[in-house]
C-alpha cells in the first residue's frame, strides 16, 4: 500500500520520519515525566529501534506514527498516529491511536489537534469503520485527548495490559473508541 507520508492540522505538519529526528525524539523519550505511565524511559537505541519499527508499519500499512513538526518553528515536538494494536486483547484487531509529546510543548492543544487529523485520516482517507484508544487508568492527560476528539470510554473494555507484568502498577488500562458515526457526528457538532 502506498504510505501517506504527510498530513496538516492548522499549526501542524505530520511526517514521515527524519534521521535527524533522532536527537530531539530520544530526549523526549529520555525524560521520565514524559515516559510516566509506561514501563521505562526509553534509550537512545530503543528510540532509533522504535523509528525503524515506525517506518516499517508505514510500508506494510500505508499509515503509522507521524512526526510532528511546528508549522511556525519547525521544530519536532513528539509524534501521533495509527498503530495496529499488535498484542492480543478482545478489542483486536484494531487501529489504535496515539500519542506523546515533549513537555514543553504540552498545555497547548497540540496533541489534540494532531490526533484529531489522524481521525479524519482513519475515517475519509483509510475508511476504517472504528479507531481505538487505551491508556493506564492513572494517565489523565491521555484520556482527556481521548475525550476531546470525541471518543468515549467502554467501560466494559477496561482490561489489563498483557506486556506488563499482573500487579504493575501501569498494567490496568482504559479503552476508548469512536466509530464513524459517532465521528461524523462530532463532525458537525
Ligand atoms: C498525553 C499528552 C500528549 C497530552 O498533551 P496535552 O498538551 O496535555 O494535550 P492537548 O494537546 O490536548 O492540550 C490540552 C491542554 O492544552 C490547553 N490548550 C491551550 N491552547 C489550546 C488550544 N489552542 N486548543 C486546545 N487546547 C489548548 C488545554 O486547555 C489543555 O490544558 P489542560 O490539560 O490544562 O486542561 C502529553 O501529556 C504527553 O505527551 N504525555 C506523555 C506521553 C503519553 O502519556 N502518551 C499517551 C500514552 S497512552
Known amino acids: 500500500m502506498t504510505p501517506i507520508l504527510t498530513l496538516q492540522s492548522a499549526r501542524l505538519i505530520l511526517r514521515q520520519w527524519q534521521d535527524d529526528d533522532l536527537p530531539a525524539f530520544a530526549e523526549m523519550c529520555a525524560d521520565p515525566q514524559v515516559m510516566r505511565y509506561f514501563p521505562a524511559p526509553l534509550s537512545r537505541l530503543e528510540c532509533?529501534?522504535?523509528?525503524?519499527?515506525?517506518?516499517?508499519?508505514f510500508n506494510e500499512y500505508g499509515y503509522g506514527l507521524w512526526a510532528l513538526e511546528r508549522m511556525d518553528s519547525g521544530a519536532f515536538i513528539g509524534l501521533t498516529g495509527l498503530l495496529n494494536v499488535n498484542f492480543e486483547a478482545p478489542f483486536a484487531p484494531a487501529v489504535e491511536v496515539g500519542w506523546r509529546l515533549a513537555r514543553r510543548h504540552w498545555g497547548q492543544g497540540f496533541a489534540s489537534e494532531a490526533a484529531w487529523t489522524c481521525l479524519r485520516c482513519a475515517f475519509a482517507?483509510?475508511?476504517?469503520?472504528?479507531?481505538?484508544?487505551?491508556?493506564?487508568?492513572h494517565n489523565v492527560p491521555s484520556q482527556k485527548v481521548m475525550q476531546a476528539i470525541?471518543?468515549?470510554?467502554?467501560?466494559?473494555?477496561?482490561?489489563?495490559?498483557?506486556?506488563?507484568?499482573?500487579?504493575?502498577?501501569?498494567?490496568?488500562?482504559?479503552?476508548?473508541?469512536?466509530?464513524?458515526?459517532?465521528?461524523?457526528?462530532?463532525?458537525?457538532?
Open 48 to 57: 532509533a529501534a522504535l523509528i525503524g519499527r515506525v517506518r516499517g508499519h
Open 125 to 137: 482517507q483509510l475508511h476504517l469503520d472504528e479507531v481505538v484508544s487505551f491508556a493506564s487508568q
Open 150 to 189: 470525541g471518543m468515549v470510554q467502554d467501560l466494559a473494555g477496561t482490561f489489563e495490559h498483557p506486556r506488563l507484568p499482573p500487579g504493575h502498577a501501569l498494567r490496568p488500562h482504559v479503552l476508548y473508541r469512536i466509530d464513524r458515526a459517532r465521528w461524523e457526528q462530532t463532525l458537525r457538532s
